[in-house]
Structures are given as C-alpha cells and as structure tokens.
C-alpha cells in the first residue's frame, strides 16, 4: 500500500513538472508576441546579405560595413549575445570578439536587468499569446514572473500592444533565425544599459 502512495506521488510531482516546463515554453513563446513587426525597408536589408558576404556576415539594417554599430565595451568576452536596452539593438560575438551579426529589436513591456545570463530553453515552433504563430523562441531567463526570451512572428505582424505584461524581444524573421542558429542552450547572453 505504501508503494502505490508513493508512486502515486512521484507521478504527480513529475506531472506538474512537465506541465510547468510546457507552461514557460508556451509563455515565452507568447511574450514574443510583443513587439512590432519590422519595417518593410528594414526586413529587406536584413535579408539581403552584401555581394560576396554571407548572410550572417553582412551588414544589417541598410548598415555599410563602416555604420555597424561596435559590441558594446562592457559586454563581457567569449562566444554570446549582447543584447543592449538602450540601443535596442542584439550583436551575436564569436569567440574571435568579432561580430557575426547585429541587428535592432523591439522589446516588451518588460525587460531584463542588466547582467549576464545564459539561454535556458528554446522552442522552435509555437503559438503567440495572441495566436499569431512564432519561432526561433530563445529564452534567457524570467523577470516579474515574465518569462524573457528572443523570437520572431511568422507573419510579421505586430503583436496586441494590449496583451498584458510580456517579455518577448522581437525580431524580423531572419535575424530569429541566425539567433536561433547561434544560440543553443547554454549561450551566454549579456544585458546591458
């Protein structure tokens, strides 16, 4: 009798873990759903890599190689993601400290303190709070009881500015995808000023 009483517990406490993961998975998910879609010239841009560059190379944004914004000086050092609340803009550094993309975002109403992080699950593929389909989910960490994380909107749409309090860092499509490509669990990330 004792036994069952104990499996019986065991099963549930592994139930509500399962179904906390699977609750922040879908809530960082839907926190991207934040964020304004980007600019039309601006997508573009991004998705247009320079004449012999690759994609992750290039110059984002319209930017030449001489107008991309420097990695910010205090962001720490090795491979990681510097994500800057004031410029509101995400540099992906190799291990090399060079740049392999740099690109603008949109936060949510709630952001990070600064600090140094590091990306704790990721979600291909899910829906947004407000329905829109989202992907390339990176989440860092959870701030508020907001769980605080990188993607982008299949559609491009911009997100209900009504949603409630959300963590999502927005960004175009392509450069979702390079930071999903960069950034697997563990990657460092970097938040400063």
Do not use: C
Not at 107 to 125: L, T
């Amino acid at each position: 009798m004792a036994v069952s009483s104990s499996g019986k517990i065991v099963a549930g406490l592994t139930a509500v873990a399962l179904a906390a993961v699977g609750f922040l998975t879908y809530q960082a998910a839907a926190s991207a759903s934040d964020r304004p879609a980007a600019p039309k010239d601006r997508a573009a841009a991004s998705a247009s890599p320079e004449p012999g560059g690759s994609e992750d190379a290039g110059p984002e944004s319209g930017e030449t190689a001489d107008e991309k914004p420097a990695v910010p000086a205090d962001s720490g050092t090795g491979l990681r993601v510097v994500y800057s609340l004031g410029a509101e803009r995400v540099w992906l550094v190799g291990e090399n400290e060079q740049p392999t993309r740099t690109y603008e975002v949109w936060p949510s109403a709630v952001s990070p303190a600064p600090g140094e992080y590091a990306v704790v699950s990721r979600a291909e593929s899910v829906a947004g709070s407000d329905g829109v389909p989202i992907e390339h989910s990176v989440v860092f960490t959870t701030t508020e009881g907001v769980v605080i994380g990188f993607s982008a909107a299949v559609d491009g749409s911009k997100p209900d500015p009504d949603a409630g309090k959300t963590g999502g860092i927005r960004a175009t499509r392509e450069d979702g995808a390079a930071m999903w490509k960069f950034a697997p669990v563990g990657t460092k990330v970097v938040v400063v000023p």
